[in-house]
């Protein structure tokens, strides 16, 4: 048999590129057989069909030409290799879903050329190989140059890696201790995500000194349940907010820092490492939902109102139980049922002398048992807001 004419050639690469199921069976392909390509979110797979997409055209005209890949396409090679080590993503794997995309393209080709002489079958086996070995060596030295710059500046690689936890680019704790050990760190778990706001109409982007200071001003070495060195926190900026990555005992302080440069914040406490992204989404929709009256000098919101905000606003993150709990904490024991009676008294009355009378008890008494609640947790049932929350808690409570 002779080999097929560049023209057929041409013919069985247009047909390719302009099927977009070809693309789709990569995409697919490396979704199911590569794991970290499993675990990515929808929002990064247009990146992975764009680059496909690119990787099919390429691919298919050096076949038809018996070229090789060129300068523009090395360049683009680093580039990617270098955007995958600042993401996290192993080069190990990035190579793998190559080798898996060229698999998937040389079935392809077969399908649309069952005659395809032994030349032609010749030449894609030779440009696959001879394009996987190129890649495969700019790609792996485009990656340790960038793992090496990200690893040497800690602080941008720690950001970095922040912005990625936001943008949920990192679907298992696996992951991501892979990455945080590549960089020599080790992040707070259990952690706060903390995003916090200058008070005021004005609210221009802030710049990201301004949330490394907040981060400064949150940071004490040696103070127990402080980030200091013995864990990596790290700040970045989404538009007029600084959010912030600390560990989890650092909420107890957010208050107070952020009332003395009056600003006003969400800190998320109990959400884990792979759900970051969930974190920042409660905690910058509690932000921007939240009354006036809900925010209280030396106190930030915390979980327990996010939740009650995104439940108010018809689209609740946690089920109405957990809500309850999360709100009412103790109170939920059955040894407070004192204290539930109490609580239930003091809201379906309006003051404490009525509350008293109803349960029959001083108001003293009374008085006492709303302390309690406020010790208990950390909500005052005589401040507007936090009465609120402890009313949709106790009544959505099963």
């Given amino acids: 048999m002779t080999s097929l004419p560049v023209a057929a050639r041409e013919h069985v690469r247009q047909e390719m590129v302009a099927d977009p199921r070809v693309v789709s069976a990569i995409v697919s392909a490396v979704h199911e057989q590569v794991p ?20 099919l055209d390429r691919l298919l005209d050096l076949w038809v030409t018996d070229g090789a890949l060129e300068p523009s396409d090395l360049r683009r090679l680093r580039g990617i290799a270098a955007a995958r080590a600042a993401d996290g993503r192993p080069v190990q794997a990035v190579l793998r879903a190559y080798r898996v995309a060229a ?51 800690r602080d941008r690689a720690l950001r970095l890696l922040l912005d ?73 900026v989404r538009g007029s907010r600084a959010v912030l990555l600390l560990p989890a005992a650092a909420a107890a302080r957010a208050g107070a820092v952020l009332g003395a440069r009056s600003w006003r914040g969400c800190a998320i406490t109990g959400e884990s490492l792979d759900r970051v992204a969930v974190a920042h989404r409660l905690a910058a929709d509690a932000l921007d939902t939240a009354p006036a009256h809900a925010h209280r000098p030396g106190r930030v919101l915390t979980d327990a109102d996010a939740h009650v905000l995104a439940l108010l606003g018809g689209h609740p993150a946690a089920a109405p139980d957990q809500v309850a709990r999360l709100v009412l904490g103790p109170l939920t024991d059955p040894g407070q049922r004192h204290l539930m009676e109490a609580l239930t008294a003091y809201i379906d009355a309006g003051s404490a002398n009525a509350a008293a009378r109803v349960l029959h008890l001083h108001a003293q008494s009374l008085r006492y048992r709303l302390r309690r609640i406020h010790a208990l947790t950390s909500r005052d049932p005589r401040d507007p807001w936090q009465r609120l929350t402890l009313d949709i808690a106790r009544t959505i409570r099963p």
């Fill in 36 to 55: 970290v390509y499993a675990a990515l979110d929808d929002s990064r797979l247009p990146e992975v069909r764009a680059i496909a997409a690119w990787g």
């Fill in 103 to 153: 698999t998937v393209l040389t079935d392809e080709i077969a399908a649309r050329a069952p005659r395809l002489a032994a030349a032609d079958a010749f030449a894609l086996s030779r440009m696959l190989l001879t394009a996987l070995d190129t890649l495969s060596e700019e790609m792996t030295t485009a990656y340790a140059a960038t793992d090496e710059d990200l690893a040497a500046d």
């Fill in 164 to 236: 990625d936890l936001i943008a949920g680019r990192h679907a298992s704790v696996g992951a991501l201790s892979d990455r945080s050990a590549r960089l020599g760190v080790q992040l707070p778990d259990p952690y706060c995500l903390l995003v916090a706001e200058p008070v005021g109409a004005e609210r221009p982007d802030m710049a990201l000194d301004v949330a490394t200071g907040l981060l400064e001003a949150l940071t004490v070495p040696g103070v127990p349940g402080v980030p200091g060195d013995e864990v990596a926190s790290s700040a970045t």
